[in-house]
């Protein structure tokens, strides 16, 4: 049942992420829509493994895995600007 319910939580977290940026409450490029989308992946990758869903444990792997980068990159481009701003 626990596994079941994480397997929810994960998938209600992309669509969560889904519906605010198709309503334009969210950019496609921002760090919450990245953060949702990285443990959204996480959970649906545990709930993977537990069922042997081969496909989707590949699928969740990829997904959790650009999110990742991509919130590196969004942190790293906002350290960079508030560099840029204090030497002003």
């Known amino acids: 049942m626990t596994t079941e319910l994480i397997g929810i939580l994960g ?48 699928l969740n792997l990829v997904w959790g895995i650009v999110a990742m980068f991509t919130i590196y990159h969004i942190i790293d481009r906002h350290q960079k600007r508030k560099k840029v701003r204090k030497r002003r």
Request: aromatic share 20%; hydrophobic share 50%.
């Open 11 to 58: 998938g209600t977290m992309f669509l969560t992420g889904f519906v605010l940026v198709s309503s334009g409450r969210w950019n496609g490029r921002s760090f919450w829509y990245e953060i949702v989308n990285f443990l959204g992946s996480i959970l649906l990758l545990y709930y993977s493994i537990k069922k042997l869903a081969y496909t989707n444990i590949v």
